[in-house]
């Protein structure tokens, strides 16, 4: 017996195969690759990032890499390549990219808004200004950290020191402080309050606070994204669901934070960041200073 397809299908069959083949095909927009800060180097930041990755992905076409870099110096080598497409970055990282390398704000991340840069030394020191850390060895944080190493060499300018030890991380710096390796460190208000309770029982005491307020950090995109693709992934992660977004640490409706005062003190430090390997460290140029540089009491 020979099957007869019916007439009408067939027809409705042929042309749903013609409108198929008419339709415009999703094309792939190459790799986005994500740029963090991972301190403590576990692997929960894969899964904190796991459902952004896949929402980007889908919405934009696009292959997502998350790549977590251990430190801010780290983080500095793959702004410098230009290897990152977006950037979850701390304030002093953001105003490189920005002002160094033609990254692009977008959102403003999820942080305190009220973060300043402190000195730290212990309860027992003797030292009690600023100026007295002239001749002494002082723990720094990395390169890209805004608290732990742009605002207090900022505040540091016009000072020798006997050495700089760069701490890894916030929690390092005081640790050598705790130790008696260093008679002073710079972080942030908020990492004290963290850590201070796990060196009892040394207690440490505030020597001085920067008077200005960090920015938050941003997210940012990178400069080798083609403009329109600029925007529509700006597009995207603004219509993130706010769960989502917040489990990542941005906000998707917040207003970027002025950088022009961060901006500043890193172009003001770079002039002396050649010095910082030597000893004794000499934290000035040979020519005359800006107005408003110094140590500000």
């Not at 160094?100 to 027992?124: C, W």
């Not at 693709?229 to 917040?246: T, Y």
Request: with cysteine; hydrophobic share 40%.
């Amino acid at each position: 017996m020979v099957f007869r397809f019916p007439r009408r299908l067939f027809l409705f069959h042929v042309l749903g195969l013609a409108f198929a083949s008419c339709q415009p095909r999703r094309k792939f927009e190459g790799p986005l690759t994500i740029g963090v800060i991972n301190y403590g180097g576990g692997e929960q930041i894969i899964n904190q990032y796991a459902k952004f990755n896949t929402y980007l992905g889908e919405k934009t076409n696009s292959y997502i890499q998350l790549e977590p870099a251990f430190n801010e110096n780290k983080a500095v080598e793959r702004l410098e390549a230009r290897a990152w497409s977006l950037v979850f970055a701390p304030p002093g990282l953001a105003a490189i990219a920005i002002a160094r390398h033609q990254y692009v704000p977008l959102f403003p991340l999820v942080g305190i808004s009220n973060l300043r840069s402190i000195f730290v030394v212990r309860k027992d020191s003797s030292i009690s200004e600023l100026k007295q850390l002239q001749g002494q060895t002082v723990a720094l944080g990395q390169l890209g950290s805004a608290t732990g190493y742009y605002f207090p060499l900022y505040n540091l300018y016009g000072t020798t020191l006997a050495e700089i030890l760069f701490a890894p991380t916030p929690k390092a710096g005081l640790e050598f402080v705790a130790q008696g390796k260093v008679n002073a460190c710079a972080v942030s208000e908020a990492d004290l309050s963290l850590y201070a309770s796990q060196f009892s029982p040394t207690e440490f005491r505030i020597l001085f606070k920067d008077p200005h307020y960090v920015p938050l950090g941003v997210v940012l995109i990178g400069p080798n994204i083609e403009r329109n693709r600029q925007e529509f992934i700006r597009k995207v992660m603004s219509e993130l669901p706010s769960g989502l977004a917040q489990e990542v640490g941005y906000v998707p409706n917040g207003q970027v934070p002025d950088y022009k005062y961060m901006i500043s003190v890193v172009d003001r430090v770079s002039s002396i960041a050649s010095n910082l390997q030597t000893k004794p460290v000499r934290l000035f140029e040979s020519k005359m200073p800006i107005e408003g540089t110094g140590n500000r009491q």
